[in-house]
Each structure stands twice: as structure tokens, then as C-alpha cells.
Antibody, heavy 115, light 106 residues
Framework: EVQLVESGGGLVQPGGSLRLSCAASGFTFSSYAMHWVRQAPGKGLEYVSGISSNGGSTYYANSVKGRFTISRDNSKNTLYLQMGSLRAEDTAVYYCARVPPGDYWGQGTLVTVSS | IQLTQSPSFLSASAGDKVTITCRAS??????LAWYQQKPGKAPKLLIY???TLQSGVPSRFSGSGSGTEFTLTISSLQPEDFATYYCQQLNSYPITFGQGTRLEIK
């Protein structure tokens, strides 16, 4: 059974940092590009960042470029998102997803940026 | 690439046929997916490659289009279909989503 399990969310002050993890199981993790997508409370889906299967290519939304860093450890079947210089507008549920094709998503982890 | 969904809100009754449109700001071939999302849940993939039904998704869902205009059609609404629907383009990075269409019971 394919599973994606996010962790690392929580409350952080503006300007702070947080690292999210996404533990994958049930499929060959190293064969798939992986992505982070977020959803602010009551809002739509927003693409955050993605990484190719071997980690050689990374992609970022303009809203997080220079502040967030995506990485992966294929030996540990884990995806990461290092978030820095956090702002109130980064408050959201963060999902990891196997895209393409988009068939598996984690349950999400809530990040709240507030003083 | 910007994706614009219409309508943003749709009120319909069980048994109705509904169509949601997604327009891309530039051509994206068939690199478009449709998702359904219910409150507090992760998005669920319905359609990929514009018209391919994801395994396990009921056949009342269908997708069409290519280039810049795409549609998601639900042929006969069931109670469990009332949710928010999003399109997503995978033609180029950054991947983008439409703003969503909220489908509610009339």
C-alpha cells in the first residue's frame, strides 16, 4: 500500500524556520518526482516546490523562492522541505504528493506562522 | 501558466449534468489533471492527461480538451460529488492550479 506521511509542522514565529518531512512507502520512491503543495485556511491549492526523481532538478513557486529548499534522500525514502524566513502568509496545510501522476498525496501537516 | 476555472461556484441537484471549464493562459497540450477535494481531506485525482480516468473513479466523470481549453463533466451528480474541484497543469514548472470550483447542493 502506497503511503505518504508528512511530519514537522507546527507553530513558528515570523522569520523562523521549520523542516517538513514526507516519509514514503509502498512504491519505488527513487523513480518518482515529488512535490509540495499547500493550502491556506479556506483557500485553494498552491504549488510550493518539486524535485526530480534523482534530486538533480528542483522547482519553486515564486512566492517561496530563496526562502524554501526542497531535498530528498532516496536511501531513506524521504522528501524534505526546509522553510526559512517564514511569513504569516506561509500558514497552511502542506501536502507532499507524487506528481505525476498525482495519484498519491499525504494527509497534510499544518504550519502556523504567528507571534 | 495561469489556469482560470469557471464557474467558481456551482449549485446543482443530484442527477444533474454539470460541466466545469479550465482555461490556460498558454497552450499546455494535454498536460492537465482534475482533482476533487472534500473538506479536511487531501485532493483526489480524477482525470489525468486531460481525458484519462484515474483507476477507481466512477465513469460519470469525464474530461476533454487540449491546448488551452479543458472541461470536466459529471454526467449525473451523486450526493458524494458535492465538493471542490481543481484543475492542474503539468506542462511546465512551476506547476499551477486553477482557483477551484465549489459544487454545492441546490
Amino acid at each position: 500500500e502506497v503511503q505518504l506521511v508528512e511530519s514537522g509542522g507546527g507553530l513558528v514565529q515570523p522569520g523562523g524556520s521549520l523542516r517538513l518531512s514526507c516519509a514514503a512507502s509502498g512504491f519505488t520512491f527513487s523513480s518518482y518526482a515529488m512535490h509540495w503543495v499547500r493550502q491556506a485556511p479556506g483557500k485553494g491549492l498552491e504549488y510550493v516546490s518539486g524535485i526530480s526523481s534523482n534530486g538533480g532538478s528542483t522547482y519553486y513557486a515564486n512566492s517561496v523562492k530563496g526562502r524554501f529548499t526542497i531535498s530528498r534522500d532516496n536511501s531513506k525514502n524521504t522528501l524534505y522541505l526546509q522553510m526559512g524566513s517564514l511569513r504569516a502568509e506561509d500558514t497552511a496545510v502542506y501536502y507532499c504528493a507524487r506528481v505525476p501522476p498525482g495519484d498519491y498525496w499525504g494527509q497534510g501537516t499544518l504550519v502556523t506562522v504567528s507571534s | 501558466i495561469q489556469l482560470t476555472q469557471s464557474p467558481s461556484f456551482l449549485s446543482a441537484s443530484a442527477g444533474d449534468k454539470v460541466t466545469i471549464t479550465c482555461r490556460a493562459s498558454q497552450a499546455i497540450s494535454s498536460y492537465l489533471a482534475w482533482y476533487q477535494q472534500k473538506p479536511g481531506k487531501a485532493p483526489k485525482l480524477l482525470i489525468y492527461a486531460a481525458s484519462t480516468l484515474q483507476s477507481g473513479v466512477p465513469s460519470r466523470f469525464s474530461g476533454s480538451g487540449s491546448g488551452t481549453e479543458f472541461t470536466l463533466t459529471i454526467s449525473s451528480l451523486q450526493p458524494e460529488d458535492f465538493a471542490t474541484y481543481y484543475c492542474q497543469q503539468l506542462n511546465s514548472y512551476p506547476i499551477t492550479f486553477g482557483q477551484g470550483t465549489r459544487l454545492e447542493i441546490k
